[in-house]
């Protein structure tokens, strides 16, 4: 007995002393870089999850909508970085995984700076990792309500709930669409916002730009109050405050003002957005993209916009304020836009083909139409342009810009000839039809007296 116990002594002393910290050390360990702009001297911190791919594939687009403490329930894995230098931070000893990450500030909370990201370690047999999140082009809005409580004291408010807004885009007849609080372009979502019991309304994912604020129902005893314009910087938090007044305090709003919407109104048209002599300017939003699937940006293609002269029939170029031709070059995601010109068709043209990681794409040899409305910039749908690369064989060659002489979409014939009409058209395709129509009556009269 003894000797078995000293054996069985022996063989633990071996597990403790060596297997264990061999299976220790063999544990999966990554490391996360996480870098972002160069700008931003301040440290930023990070936090990552541990999520189930199950989960994953079905309920994404819901974990961008939880506070951190709500996912601190829904995953038991976390991890923090430690602020690292020249603007990344690091996160160590990570398991192999997938993992959801966000920007926290000092007390855990959620910030908006960077979109959420998704990684799954080791990538690509690596397990160190530098990710470079893309930098939130959205803010978030806050608008608080308050009402005069007296109208003989200015120092007395309370909050007022029900007041109801809408908000528009600068230089747009439309208002914004909002659901569950997110801005969104789904015809499902709703215009009308209302200031809920404390006199807020909490709204995301606003695109970066400048607003118009339009109070357009209130509630007994209150006055309509003004436009309000303000500007939601990407990444940021903007707080708007309304303060309203009484209908029979001095500072109420006077229908006789300009500025101000009708007090013996409860509703605002869109057209009170915007001077009737003031011409309405639109944009749009744009992506040059590669041929793969996913897609990835291409940056450095450069367009010139144009409009098309159906008298002339040529391209026109459209100016800045300067006199300068309007040139626009996709950013290193490919993003990029116009904006700022009157609602109408436009045109862009490719001056310069991209060069993404020593590959050359082929330029374009047509015209790329699309049209401004009032909605085409602030319902911040996308144009993808997409590039093809010249042929191994073909990589070094010198590129030529072929620039199209007329638009792709039109239906011009070659100028050498007379355009032709669309009522010729009809009589060709009635005649031709015709004529199908009596050759097969002619041969089934022949088949039947044979």
């Known amino acids: 007995m003894n000797v078995q116990k000293k054996v069985h002594f022996f063989l633990l002393t071996i597990v403790v002393l060596f297997v264990l910290p061999i299976q220790v050390l063999a544990q999966p360990s990554n490391t996360l870089s996480i870098h972002y702009k160069e700008s931003d001297s301040s440290p930023r911190n990070y936090k990552v999850w541990k999520i189930n791919p199950e989960y994953a594939e079905t309920n994404m687009k819901s974990l961008n909508k939880k506070k951190t403490n709500e996912l601190d329930d829904l995953f038991k894995e976390s991890f923090i970085s430690k602020a690292g230098q020249d603007n990344f931070a690091v996160i160590e000893e990570l398991p192999d995984g997938l993992f959801y990450g966000l920007e926290v500030n000092e007390e855990g909370e959620k910030e908006l700076r960077t979109v959420p990201f998704v990684i799954n370690l080791p990538y690509q047999n690596t397990k160190r990792v530098d990710i470079f999140p893309k930098q939130a082009e959205v803010g978030q809005l806050t608008i608080k309500v308050i009402g005069q ?3 003989d004291n200015e120092e007395e408010w309370k909050d007022l709930a029900g007041v109801s807004f809408y908000i528009y885009a600068a230089n747009s007849n439309q208002p914004l669409l909002f659901k569950d609080g997110y801005f969104t372009t789904d015809a499902d979502g709703k215009a009308e916002l209302k200031s809920n019991a404390l006199g807020e309304i909490n709204l995301f994912s606003l695109p970066a730009g400048d ?58 048209t869109s057209e009170d957005t915007s001077s009737e002599n003031e011409e309405i300017l639109g944009g749009q939003h744009f992506r040059k993209v590669n041929h793969k699937k996913p897609a990835q940006g291409l940056v450095g293609a450069r367009f010139e916009v144009v409009t098309w002269n159906t008298k002339n029939r040529e391209f026109e170029d459209v100016l800045l304020e300067n006199k300068e031709k309007y040139v ?21 043209i490719e001056v310069k083909a991209p060069m993404v990681q020593g590959l050359q794409y082929q330029p374009l040899e047509e015209a790329i139409p699309f049209e401004i409305t009032r909605q085409s910039y602030t319902n911040y749908s996308i144009v993808e342009i997409v590039n093809k690369p010249f042929k191994e064989s073909e990589q070094d060659q010198d590129v030529t810009i072929n620039r199209p002489q007329k638009p792709h979409d039109q239906g011009f014939l070659p100028s050498t000839g007379e355009a032709t009409t669309n009522l010729q058209l009809l009589a060709y395709v009635i005649v031709s039809l015709g004529l199908v129509l009596l050759l097969k009556q002619g041969r089934e009269f022949r088949e039947r007296n044979l």
Request: hydrophobic content about 30%; glycine content about 6%.
């Open 149 to 151: 409580v007296d109208s």
């Open 328 to 348: 626009v070059e996709s950013d290193e995601r490919g993003y990029f836009k116009v904006n700022n010109l009157p609602l109408g068709k436009y045109y862009l």
């Open 211 to 268: 607003y118009v604020l339009v109070e357009v129902e209130t509630v007994d005893g209150y006055s309509i109050s003004r436009k309000i314009y303000f500007t939601i910087e990407a990444g940021e938090l903007t707080k708007v405050l309304v303060t309203k007044y009484l209908l029979d305090s001095d500072d109420s709003t006077d229908n006789d003002d300009d500025d101000a919407i009708g007090s013996d109104s409860t509703t605002s």
